[in-house]
């Protein structure tokens, strides 16, 4: 399995981003694997952010600093993942990684299988 993100950048606190993970290797509509996403901040610990289980786009999971702002989401005829970024804040600035889980949500270090190569968002005025 391989995980391509794009859709980093660089915007201004308050404003929204969408970040996309094609996903090859395998089709999703048939993969059992919990998808997402994680970050990593300057100088910290990458953190697991977001998690969608397999074929349902109503079993999402999310840490309480993304909660409420940030919604993941699956297009399984487009093998893509996406995470919308709203209300975007300083905090957020990190590295974003899309990655492959295990069977459940939330995802942690241990359970992921795959990382994509990541993409920079920065968030500054």
């Known amino acids: 399995v391989q995980l391509v993100e794009s859709g980093g950048g660089l915007v201004q606190p308050g404003d929204s981003l969408r970040l996309s993970c094609a996903v090859s290797?395998?089709?999703?509509?048939?993969?059992?694997?919990?998808i997402g996403w994680f970050r990593q901040a300057p100088g910290k610990e990458r953190e697991g952010i977001s998690c969608v289980l397999s074929q349902s786009n109503s079993a999402t999971d999310y840490a309480d600093s993304v909660k409420g702002r940030f919604t993941i989401s699956r297009d399984n005829a487009k093998n893509t993942v996406y995470l919308q970024m709203n209300s975007l804040k300083s905090d957020d600035t990190a590295i974003y990684y899309c990655?492959?889980?295990?069977?459940?949500?939330?995802?942690?270090?241990?359970?992921?299988?795959?990382w994509g190569q990541g993409t920079q968002v920065t968030v500054s005025s």
């Open positions: 990655v492959v889980g295990g069977l459940d949500c939330p995802i942690t270090r241990a359970d992921v299988r795959y």
């Open positions: 290797g395998t089709r999703l509509v048939t993969y059992a694997n919990a």
